[in-house]
């Protein structure tokens, strides 16, 4: 059954044009990925110039995560119901028309929308681009293969802030989007022109109930986390309930999948071990990753004063080793597995944050570039191992289903980890101006600041300490495409 499994597997994976269909994808993966994180730094220009709160920009953000923790769960029923085709031109036609009403905004609510009609976009291409390329690619080669995505991923976010700033400063915020327009028109004719279908169309039946579950789960967790976010806090009536909808779904989605005998998201991809370590590991990666990668641009302009731009220049150095680093940690995982890079990767990881921790205003430059350097490192040995390692665990008919609860849970955790730090560093910042006597003196409003900032860097150190307990226990995984589970 193996044998045949495998030589039925080959002569498909040769006939794909690998070249044209990854140019494509990554290049909308790419643009995808800076709009994202561009427009962080222009949330504080973007509040005097549309007159919004803190807390109203922040859902230019919430918004966008929101909407992929709605879709990114249907994702993997979507790709049994239409041709990789199909997705591809659907994804890139939210993506072109969300960042043209975003160009042309005039004012928040506007804009508001274009990020949801952009969240559209991303939330179908992210688990079409991992899927695809679990198809074209053989198991042997998908650790080189995942390192580019990761080199096209990483280096997006890594120059969106420094470009960003750039256009801000020179010309305005509309620039970020007219400057991700014709890329994203490019990538939509790559994929007309060269984009095969990949996947085979089975059309299974689409259950409401599992649909209405996991947006309420998903959607509740993620509003709920990010809410918190708010000045209110934790102890808001809206966050709790939120938060307990979400729970009470998830709960009941999971029965309801496990239950089922063509089920929306099939669970039982967790009875692999290596999956369920590889999706702990980016769960808790994740929030690493993104509450530091808000933290630290915020601390760069309020507590040191530098300007968009020259925040997102000290940041520049780091994130571009981290996209040169992928393919390299690719290579050497194809060849050791995913051990040796995972457990150093996350002592990396832990020893940055905790000198991060010591950050105050008088840090230097060299100080923010080299640990943020070595943060993104250590970052790198552990995202695409993890993942790639987990992924191959899984039968060829698991895919779509690994694919969609990895991308759902980025984004959760994502959510997650940005509103754990926000509100660590807020409460931290508010316990400090407790302890003072002239709470209005700007040195100790910035001492608060420091403090609060400080906390949020432990509890980063302390998720990385956690995920490095997990890593003792991955194994590398030997690839067997046996017939393990009913056909979707």
């Not at 220009?45 to 953000?61: E, G, H, K």
């Not at 239409?82 to 659907?90: E, G, I, P």
């Not at 293969?145 to 801000?168: F, R």
């Not at 009941?252 to 590991?281: S, Y």
Request: proline share 5%; aromatic share 10%.
């Amino acid at each position: 059954m193996e044998a045949t499994m495998q030589s039925k597997q080959q002569p498909q994976a040769k006939q794909f044009k690998t070249i044209p269909i990854l140019v494509s994808l990554l290049l909308a993966g790419f643009i995808g990925m800076f709009s994202e994180t561009a427009l962080n730094v222009a949330l504080s220009d973007l509040m005097t110039v549309l007159n919004i709160t803190p807390t109203t920009a922040q859902w230019l953000t919430t918004a966008y995560l929101l909407t992929l923790g709605i879709l990114v769960p249907i994702s993997g029923l979507l790709l049994q119901w239409f041709t990789t085709r199909q997705l591809f031109v659907a994804a890139l036609s939210f993506s072109i028309a969300g960042t043209f009403i975003a160009a042309m905004a005039p004012n928040f609510e506007f804009l508001l929308m274009a990020r949801i009609v952009q969240a559209m976009g991303t939330a179908l291409l992210l688990p079409l681009m991992f899927n695809t390329i679990l198809v074209i690619i053989p198991p042997e080669k998908r650790g080189a293969a995942m390192g580019l995505i990761g080199l096209v991923i990483m280096v997006a976010p890594a120059i969106g802030p420094t470009i960003a700033g750039l256009l801000i400063s020179n010309l305005s915020w509309h620039w970020i989007f007219w400057l991700s327009l014709p890329f994203l028109v490019i990538a939509l004719i790559c994929g007309i022109l060269f984009m095969q279908n990949v996947s085979e169309v089975t059309k299974p039946k689409i259950d409401v109930l599992s649909i209405v579950l996991s947006s309420f789960g998903f959607g509740g967790i993620v509003y709920g986390f990010s809410s918190a976010g708010e000045e209110s806090g934790w102890s808001s009536p809206k966050v709790i309930i939120a938060i307990a909808i979400g729970v009470i779904a998830l709960v009941l989605f999971a029965i309801r999948q496990l239950t089922m005998k063509q089920p929306m998201i099939n669970l039982r991809a967790f009875k692999f071990p290596m999956f369920t370590v590889g999706v702990l590991m980016i769960f808790i990666c994740m929030m690493v990753i993104l509450s530091s990668m808000l933290i630290l641009p915020m601390y760069l302009q309020q507590g040191q004063g530098y300007s968009a731009f020259k925040a997102g220049l000290l940041l520049l150095p780091g994130g571009i080793i981290n996209g040169l680093m992928s393919p390299l940690m690719g290579r050497l995982f194809d060849k050791y597995g995913p051990k040796w890079l995972v457990i150093p990767g996350l002592v990396v990881v832990a020893v940055s944050l905790w000198f991060f921790s010591s950050i105050t205003a008088t840090s230097t430059v060299i100080f923010v570039i080299v640990l943020h350097s070595a943060l993104m490192i250590g970052i790198s040995m552990i995202m695409m191992p993890a993942q790639t390692n987990g992924i191959n665990q899984l039968p060829l008919e698991y895919y779509p289903d690994g694919t969609a609860i990895m991308n759902t849970l980025q984004q959760v955790a994502g959510a997650i980890g940005t509103a754990l730090a926000v509100s660590i560093m807020t409460s931290g910042t508010k316990n400090y101006m407790k302890t003072v006597t002239d709470a209005a003196d700007p040195s100790n409003v910035l001492a608060a600041f420091t403090h609060g900032v400080q906390n949020a860097f432990i509890f980063g150190m302390i998720m990385a300490v956690i995920g490095l307990i997990v890593a003792f226990f991955l194994k590398r995984v030997v690839i067997q495409h046996k017939s393990q589970a009913p056909m979707h």
